[in-house]
């Protein structure tokens, strides 16, 4: 695809996806103003969790668009990936019910040598995908594993979860694409994801199936 149609659906999806939480935080506040049970706590709670939902995805978005654009270099340093995992996801677990089934296994030793937030905010988002995609088995199986291929450290992030088409295997990675429905998220994760591998000057992508999990693999 060339360079200016890309731009050009980028920009389409996010007016999108800034126009819908904009029209959710006007509606659902029109709702308080009007609806009769506005002063009932129970329901004047559930609307306003609704209204700061939509505008933190809305502050989400805006910082993911200016990760994205971010040309400085990074600095490397050594980073311990199997600490930072199992920090990232007690985290999740810890905010969010719905994970709490799940088993997270992490490799021991895993180090990296790369800029130790990018590092962080790559992991969030790919085991935060893995906790998402996997929540609705019977047992969610979470592991974060690598090898040495080259002189490089590949990591990968697996689970047993919803899995990919083959088709979705690359474009998972642009911006404001979803491979699956019902599922929250702005869309914009694993195009973060790539763009800090990118700027290392390594790799990252995507296998698995339909039913069957998904293993998203890089390095740095």
């Known amino acids: ?22 029209a959710s935080i006007v509606m659902f506040s029109d709702e308080l103003a009007i609806n009769d049970r ?3 706590s129970a329901y004047l709670e559930k609307r306003l969790q609704q209204i700061r939902r939509a505008a933190a995805e809305l502050l989400q978005i805006l910082d993911a668009v200016r990760r994205l654009d971010d040309v400085a270099p990074p600095v ?38 790369a800029a130790p937030e990018e590092v962080a905010l790559l992991l969030e ?33 697996s689970d047993n979860g919803v899995g990919i088409a083959p088709e979705d295997a690359e474009r998972m990675f642009e911006p404001f694409t979803r491979c ?9 994760g694993l195009a973060i994801a790539k763009r800090i591998v990118d700027r290392h000057g390594g790799e990252i992508w995507a296998t698995g199936a339909l039913g069957l999990g998904t293993t998203v693999s890089f390095h740095v």
Request: with cysteine; aromatic share 4%.
């Open 1 to 22: 695809m060339r360079p200016g149609r890309q731009c050009e659906l980028v920009t389409t999806a996010l007016v999108h996806e800034l126009q819908g939480r904009i």
């Open 38 to 40: 506005r002063h009932e």
């Open 76 to 113: 490397r340093a050594a980073v311990d990936v199997s600490t930072l995992a199992k920090t990232i996801a007690q985290s999740y677990v810890e905010r969010i019910p719905r994970f709490r089934l799940a088993t997270v296994l992490v490799q021991s030793n895993v180090h990296v040598v």
């Open 125 to 157: 988002n790919l085991v935060g995908n893995a906790l998402k995609f996997s929540a609705s088995r019977t047992t969610p199986v979470i592991r974060v594993s690598a090898e040495a291929k080259a002189n490089r450290t590949v990591v990968h992030v």
């Open 180 to 188: 699956h429905s019902g599922f929250d998220g702005s869309g914009l």
